[in-house]
C-alpha cells in the first residue's frame, strides 16, 4: 500500500484499523509505505519500520551492472552518468519489484 501519508489525517486511524483487521483475517506479508513528512506511527500492529535511503552514484552503477548484466551494461552506465537519471531508474525499477 503506497502513500498512506497522503491519507487524510481524519480518516486514518480508521485505516489502520481496517488494515490491522484484515491481517488478522488473512494473514500475509504487507508494505506500507509514507513519505517521512505526515508519517506518525506504525500503520500495522506489530509492523517493522525501515527507511530506504538513496544510493550513491557507485551503488547505483552496481545495481544497474546487476540487474542488466548483458554486453549493453557499460554503455547504460556511461549514457546514464551522462544525463544522471540514474537514481529514478534504479528506483522505479526497485518499485515495479515490489
Known amino acids: 500500500m503506497d502513500a498512506l501519508d497522503e491519507v ?4 486514518r486511524i480508521s485505516l489502520t484499523k481496517k488494515i490491522n483487521r484484515f491481517l488478522s483475517n488473512y494473514p500475509c506479508q504487507v ?5 517521512i513528512v505526515g508519517y506518525a506511527g506504525n500503520f500495522i500492529d506489530g509492523g517493522k ?14 545495481y544497474i551492472k546487476t540487474w542488466f548484466n548483458h554486453a549493453a551494461d557499460q554503455r547504460l552506465v556511461a549514457t546514464l552518468s551522462i ?16
Not at 537519471?85 to 522505479?92: F, G, L, T
Request: charged residues 30%.
Open 83 to 98: 544525463y544522471s537519471p540514474q537514481q529514478e531508474v534504479v528506483s522505479a525499477h526497485l518499485f515495479h519489484c515490489l
Open 49 to 62: 519500520e525501515v527507511e530506504i535511503v538513496p544510493f550513491d552514484d557507485e551503488k547505483t552503477a552496481d
Open 8 to 11: 487524510p489525517k481524519d480518516d
Open 31 to 35: 508494505i506500507c509505505t509514507s513519505r
